[in-house]
């Protein structure tokens, strides 16, 4: 029973902050319709940042955290403008190619600034214990973790489905002409979302980082996770990004424990099945009638 | 029947001037360089692997991010093949690529069902599993250390494989040679015409009564039977084959390549190919990433540039010195 | 009884909670010119996508020449002499004129799985691709990039690439949408030369050219089938004239209805 408890809420924090960075993928990616192979990157130099500012600047965690989500943002706007603005009408393997152009940019230049080991990450006191839950001693940042991911995803929920900016966006990636004509900036839209969507890889990476090692191959290694829980949300359903995201976090975390050995096979197998069974809920476009 | 334009579809059977030139250079290179024979080996089977590539993306438009399972598949038939003792080289080439074209002949009907994004995510997804397979499988693949004392009997019974490499360096040119122009034929038919259709709008050419898949999958199966069989050529030629034939590197490297030559086009990977593994060369004695960068950076530069690739650049130039330029 | 070329019965079709297309049954006589009006939204496309089975019906048949082709993809069809054009037009855009046509040419005559022969050398295919597109003459723009092509003339290589397919029923799909006006007597008389025995279904909006073509109309109505009658019938009946036409038909002379 202890066992199935470990399981589940080492899966559920694991699977939560997949689903924090995939949301932000599925920000970029699936809103505004360019394969984003190159999100990954973001997180990591979120991660990074966060790491160095901690252990460098001494600065308190959540602030560290804070701003290194701050940095990417407006590092991520300058490179919307740059490099992402061309690729709205580029062909798709045009644009699989920039973005993977960026992440060898990206891996290299972490590998050049930090080295190619894996950087530990250190947790401040306040959260490096554990707590006794009654069935299951289990780690106090991972519930700290867990409550975060929660509640930005909730926020992310309600800004999107509730409010005129979430209709904006979508209206403008619909029709972009004509959203422009009714007077809405547009690329300022698409500027901000993709900031928001590379704000909450940053803060995935970061706050992730002693469940998600940071490493210069970071942005390859979880792409393949990521990429699958973005594609099998559907077009833009933040339920089913959490449902699939807990599916791969526990299944991951399942596979490891069970069978160490083997674990890297049965996410990937778990990924083709999924595939290949929610076929239809890969970016299913909109039919006009 | 009118005179068809050089740039036609339909005009490639046609011969072309960089052809023999290349060959030749090929040859010169045993002459010239001969101290380069065995980078120059690797190069050659690099060329085809990319050649293999350039069919599927160029011609079918498939993008494929897996493609290296079929390479690497093909690398470890040869090698495994050989130990077992099957030491005559080109009918173990032949066999990998068998294989190879076997595996693609099972996926193929399913994986190309799908297009753009999930076919990317799906291929990689195949890709990794293979890898981590074949990483696991120490018993048949030696895992981290692979397979070596791979020794193969003279070609043709008459040519030993020695050590200054000529035999190794012919031996690679010759199926590059001879897989070329199969391929080039392939394209330049009625079928290699109808692939590039089923290229520009599958769904008119399902209106047009073309039911796309079967044709797809012919050219998943004739492209997987050549990367096998430059797989194998490496196996073969390097007497070793290590996990890094199945890594995902090599499935992202021989998509730069052939876009770094340009794609579509079949000569893309004789150009593409020596110039990447130049570069990554060259960079790497700076230190180990740069190379990362500079191809990184090179790539946004050759999509944002157009993606005729160095070819296309090279067609522009000599089409403005011929004073052609109808028509492209 | 003389077989139909072309024969939909009872189809219906739903996109989730949206009725599109109800009960609607369709008979082509071959050598049959039958034009398709309707208001925008009636279902028009979605009619032509179930007819070359693009779209799958709920319920309903849809049989070529007395064949019950209703579970046959797109692609079956065609090879049974079922064409059809679009609307908006699905050409290659980076290929020649030529090679959209010979496209078209090598697919009919089974040709597209010889992997060996060149097919720059292929004569007789070539020939026959040529000789559609003087045709409909467009021998000027024969090697030109479809995409740098007028759009009238785009719209005249659909119609090439539907002739080359021999088409036995043929099912145009607004072929003078988007053609400025000077350019669409080109595509009447590439319409008005199609041969004889094929049976055309043609959905127009323009009446100056379901005038010119149509023998017979049938109106199509918020998916429902209004009525099916010679061209005189169906433009003077008043249900059809409220429905497709609006007020705007009827004389200004009674003015005060309606607050107009």
Known sequence: ?289 | ?328 | MSEFALEARGLNKTFGALLVTHDVSLSLAPGARRALIGPNGAGKTTLVGLLSGVIRPNSGTVSLFGVDVTARGAAQRTKRGLVRTFQISSLFPKLSVLENVFLAVSEQAGNSFNLWRAAGRQRILIKRAESIIEKLRLTEDMHRCVSEIAYGRQRLVEIAIALALKPKVLLLDEPAAGIPSGEVGLLLEAIASLPRDIAILMIEHDMEMVRNFASEITVLVQGRLLMTGSPKEVLASPEVQSVYLGSAGRPRRKVGVAGA
Not at chain 1, 222 to 249: E, Q, T
């Open chain 2, 1 to 328: 029947m009118s005179p068809l334009p050089r740039s036609s579809i339909l005009s490639r059977h046609r011969f072309n001037l960089a052809e023999p030139l290349w060959w030749g250079l090929a040859l010169g290179v045993i002459i010239l360089f001969p101290e380069y024979l065995a980078v120059g080996t690797s190069v050659l089977v690099m060329v085809l692997f990319v050649l293999s590539y350039d069919l599927l993306l160029g011609f079918a438009g498939v993008l494929s991010l897996g493609h290296t399972v079929f390479f690497g598949i093909g690398a470890y038939a040869a090698g495994l093949l050989a130990l077992a003792g099957w030491t005559e080289a080109v009918t173990g080439v032949l066999a990998a690529g068998a294989i190879s074209a076997v595996l693609a002949a099972a996926l193929g009907p399913f994986l190309l069902r799908l297009r753009g994004l999930p076919l990317i995510m799906i291929t990689l997804s195949v890709g990794l599993v293979f890898f981590e397979a074949a990483s696991k499988a120490t018993w048949l693949t030696g895992g981290d250390d692979g397979l070596s004392g791979i020794e193969l009997a003279p070609l043709f019974g008459r040519f030993g494989w020695g050590m200054y490499g000529h035999t190794k360096y012919l031996y690679a040119l010759g199926w590059l040679f001879f897989l070329f122009y199969l391929t080039r034929r392939i394209v330049a038919s009625p079928f290699g015409v109808a692939l590039q259709g089923i290229r520009e709008n599958d769904a008119r050419m399902r209106l047009m009564g073309n039911p796309v898949l079967p044709h797809l999958v012919v050219a998943y199966v004739i492209s997987a039977a050549i990367a096998g069989i430059a797989g194998a050529l490496l196996t073969q030629t390097n007497s070793f084959v290590g996990l890094g034939v199945m890594g995902l590197d090599n499935s992202i490297d021989v998509l730069i390549m052939l876009v770094l030559g340009g794609v579509g086009r079949l000569f893309g990977g004789f150009i593409g190919a020596p110039v990447y593994m130049l570069v990554k060369h060259f960079a790497s004695l700076w230190g180990p990433y740069y190379w990362m960068f500079m191809i990184g950076a090179l790539l946004i530069v050759v999509v944002r540039v157009g993606r005729g690739g160095l070819l296309g650049i090279i067609e522009r130039v000599t089409d403005r010195l011929t004073g052609r330029g109808v028509n492209r």
């Open chain 1, 1 to 289: 029973m202890s066992t199935l408890a470990f399981i589940l809420l080492y899966g559920v924090s694991y699977g939560l902050v997949l689903c924090l960075i995939a949301l932000g993928m599925l920000i970029t990616m699936g809103l505004m319709r360019v394969v984003n192979l190159a999100h990954g990157a973001f997180a990591a130099i979120g991660g990074y940042l966060s790491a160095t500012l901690i252990a460098h600047a001494g600065m308190p965690f959540p602030l560290a955290i804070c701003s290194a989500v701050v940095a990417v943002a407006v590092l991520s706007l300058a490179v919307e403008r740059l490099v992402y603005v061309y690729l709205y009408t580029a062909s798709e393997l045009d644009q699989v190619l920039v973005t993977i152009g960026l992440d060898f940019i990206v891996v290299a230049a972490l590998a050049l600034f930090f080295g190619p080991d894996v950087l530990p990450t250190r947790l401040p006191e306040s959260l490096a214990g554990s707590v006794d839950l009654g069935f299951r001693t289990f780690e106090v940042y991972r519930i700290v973790v867990t409550i975060v991911c929660i509640a930005v995803i909730g926020a992310l929920w309600l800004g999107f489905e509730r409010t005129t900016i979430g209709a904006q966006v979508r209206a403008a990636v619909d029709n972009k002409s004509m959203t422009q004509a009714m007077g809405i900036n547009v690329p300022r839209l698409f500027s901000l979302t993709f900031a928001l969507g590379c704000g909450l890889a940053a803060l995935g990476g970061a706050m992730g980082a002693p469940m998600l090692p940071l490493e210069p191959m970071w942005p390859f290694k979880y792409l393949i996770l990521i990429l699958v829980i973005v594609a099998l949300s559907g077009s833009g359903n933040i339920r089913a990004s959490v449902g699939v995201a807990m599916i791969v976090g526990i299944v991951e975390t399942a596979g490891r424990y069970f069978f160490p050995q083997f674990a890297a096979f049965f996410i990937y197998l778990l990924l083709i099945a999924l595939m290949i069974w929610r076929r239809d809920g890969l970016f299913a476009r909109r039919r006009t009638a």
